[in-house]
Every structure is written in C-alpha cells, then in structure tokens.
C-alpha cells in the first residue's frame, strides 16, 4: 500500500502544545485535510509507527482512536486502519480549472521576475559544481553551511547594521519565523503580539507553530507598543518598513519597543523583509543591532532575487536554538559566492534604480491619487473613498490584479489598495493605471 512506503517522521511535525498523543492526532488530521493521506490509504500498524516516531504503542493508539471517533479514520477487527477524508467531509475536491495569471500585476509581494540575474545565478551556480569539494555534498548542516552563515553575518553587519550572532540560513523569512516560535513554545510562551494591519502569512505561521496572536495597532509611527496585551512576552514587527502601511517605527518607538522586551524579559521577532529598497529617505538599521540579545533578526532573499529559491536567514541571540528547514547546499553556495564576488550588491545597486523608475512612473500616472508610503520598497498605499472591495473586483475583471487593504486586517478599516509594482511590467505601468483609475470611478 501507499501507506507503507510513507516516510511517517517527515510526513507527520510532532510539535507543539499538548502531550504526545494529542501532537501525533493533530498532526494525522493536518496530514489527510492538507492531502498528504489519500482517502483509502493504510495507516501503519501501531506498533511499526510507534518505533517510527519513537514513541510509546499506548501515544499511537491513543491518537488512532481519537480519529476514528472523528470519522478521520476507519478501523475494524481483523483489517487495517484507513483513511476515511470521503466520509469525513474533507475529501478532495474536483481539479479546478487553472485561473490565467492577471495581464497586469499589482499584488504586493514579489521582486521583478522579468529581471532575475539568471547568468550571474548561473555562473554562481556553475562555481559551485566545480570547485567545491565532494565533503560538502553530504546531508545540509541543521544550521546551513558554514561559508554563507559567515557570508550573510558578514553582509548583515556592512548592509544592515546587524549586530553579531547566531546566524542560521532557512528556507525564508516564514521559515525561520515559524522555528522561532516553536521554541518559544517550547519555553512556554503561548502568545505573539504582532502588527495589524500585518503580513497575514506570518500570522498563520506563528498560529499553525502553535501560538496566539495578539494584534496591535499600527499608526504613523509603526506599532504602538504601550498596547502590546500584558502578560505577552514576543512580538512579529517590521520596524524598518511596516507592511503594508509603510510607515517607519519612530525613534520614540524603538526605544520603548526595546524597554519593553527589557521590563518583560521577551524576545522582538524584527522581519526585515526589503530593507535594501530605499529610494526618498535614508536606510534604517536594524533593531537588533541595537538590542542583539533581546532580537531575532529574519531576512530572505524573496523580495530581492526570487522567493523560488527559498533561501533566508535569521540571526538569534547566542541562547537560542532554532529548528529550521536548512535549502539545498548548492543554492547555498551559489549564495555564498553571489555576495562574495559583488554581484548581489551590483545587482540591488540597478534594481534600486529600475524600481525607483517605476514607482515615479506609477505615482504619476494614478494621477491626483492619496498615496501613502511611496518612500521604500516595492509597494504603496492607495486610499479610498469608496469601497475597497468592489475597486477589486472591477479592477480584476479589467485583468489587473490589485489587494485590499483588509486582507491584512483583522477588522475592516479605511478602504485603501495595497499597489505592488515589484513584478509589473515597464510595459504596462500606464495601461493598468488607466484600467485601475476606471475601476475606481465606474458608477
């Protein structure tokens, strides 16, 4: 059966709050939701699936008992145990028909793709191959590789102001972030402080790692951190540039950000997801080149190269110890030798200026627009008299593809557009201008 040739400890993330038997049922029932168990699959016996995991018969059969009561699973004297996600309600659904991606690209999120740096990559890659030794080629060290931890701490402290630490190389800034907090469960602390409006998937992230999320509001300043709820001890910010408003945390801010981690003992998660995309305004240091021992600092290459890579960092204060996802050797490698030899640096330095081009090129043709948050990085806010949603809708059957400020939200508020211009086409910039301006004012 398909079941037999599973690789169980992947497959199945025996992590977070609850004894063993409730970890290995929650994440049986994730497995058949999410579709990794096939409606009809055998399960493995207890006692092969017990020795699998390394845990007792009795955690096994307790969690097995427990989906069968929830129609997840279907056992009988004398047959296997199965998979029941017919019954249950949760089977699969009929393929749908793939959606055309929008001829013109607004959606926050993405770096220009048109522009990836496929020779250097290529050349970086091609390096690799032939020079480095065949030791390297075993099993990715838990932490990452040696040369990029050395490279990226190297690069963060000259580009970012980052102070020392330790350095582990993840599968990106939601990677990393999820590591984070599971070990901040794992010490006890259920609860995530984190900005509203605020990147949604690092939400679920904190959540799926078994956390409550508390937001707090944003205003002009960044996060208002005399409302951070009593008694949380973490808190999700992204200081240098807050998504998705813009805004900057002020001086005022930091300092009381800092005082407070200070007074509860807690641990600041700082996302730095595109600070090298300045353009009206000076760079930002980084939080935890203040404070390194109350700061874990999370990068990525996504928003400068492409999230395809699925490489990123995260810098940790020397006593803490973070599972992540390690990406493949030779990606980092390929990373190590990019920023060695100048080309990550010569590649943000003509981005910058293309990105730059294009936000002016955009601010000016949405015409007398109230726009916000147009200094930095690869989006802005455009702000609304009418309802958000419709603009949306009209502006997606028009073929251009934009987000509602509330999708970032845990309550509505003012109707605003997040505007991505990271991966619109030069081409197109006035088009989808026009095409959103006419969504904007059809009766």
Known sequence: MAGSQTDWGVLLD??????????????LRQAIRDGGLEDGVEVPPSRRLAADLGCSRWVVTQAYAQLVAEGYLAGHAGSATRVRRMASGTGPKAPARATPPPRYDLAPGLPDLRNFPRRPWADAVREVLANTPYTDFGLPEPDGHPRLRRVMGDYLRRVRGAAPGTVLICGGVTDGVTGVCRALVERGHTRLAVEDPGWTRLRRAAEGAGMTVDPVPVDDEGLDVGRIPAGVRAVLVTPAHQFPTGTVLSPRRRAELLAWAWDVDGLILEDDYDAEFRYDRRPVGTVQGTAPGRVALFGSVSKTLSPALGLGWAVLPPQWTVRAHPPPVVDQLALAGFV??????????????????????LVAALGPARLSGVAAGLHLLLHLDGDAAVVVRRARAADVKVADLDDYRTAPGEPALVLGYGNLADSGVEAAAALLRRAMTTA
């Open 14 to 27: 025996l992590t977070g709050p609850g004894p063993k038997h409730e970890q290995l049922a929650r994440a």
């Open 340 to 361: 060695e030899s100048g080309g990550y640096d010569r590649y943000l330095r003509s981005a910058r200026l293309r990105y730059r081009a294009r936000r002016d090129r």
